[in-house]
């Protein structure tokens, strides 16, 4: 090392270089990859290169519920259910 903390020659390709585990996948006959670490219905986004490589990217949809609990009750009030209750009175018929 020099004398400001840069290494030099083979220590700083070392420290620069991380080598990945690569792993093979096969796909079968109806194109159909498994890859170990997905979980069910996870979603990817689709990326053919130039050279021939594929790449997948996770993508995160912000799910959120779609009627919360309490945010329907400002629907459900006395004088809406009077007004329904008018309504449903005019168009019932009652068996004859």
Do not use: W
């Amino acid at each position: 090392m020099s004398g400001r903390g840069i290494p030099k020659g083979l220590d700083h390709a070392v420290e620069k270089r991380e080598i990945p585990n690569v792993h093979t996948i096969t796909a079968d006959k109806y194109k159909r990859v498994r890859l170990p670490e997905i979980k069910p219905n996870q979603v990817f986004a689709y990326a053919n290169t130039a050279d021939g490589r594929i790449t997948l990217t996770p993508v995160k949809a912000d799910a959120k519920e779609r009627f919360p609990r309490g945010s329907l009750l400002k629907y459900f009030t006395p004088e809406r259910n009077k007004e329904e209750l008018e309504i449903l009175a005019g168009c019932v018929q009652g068996p004859k």
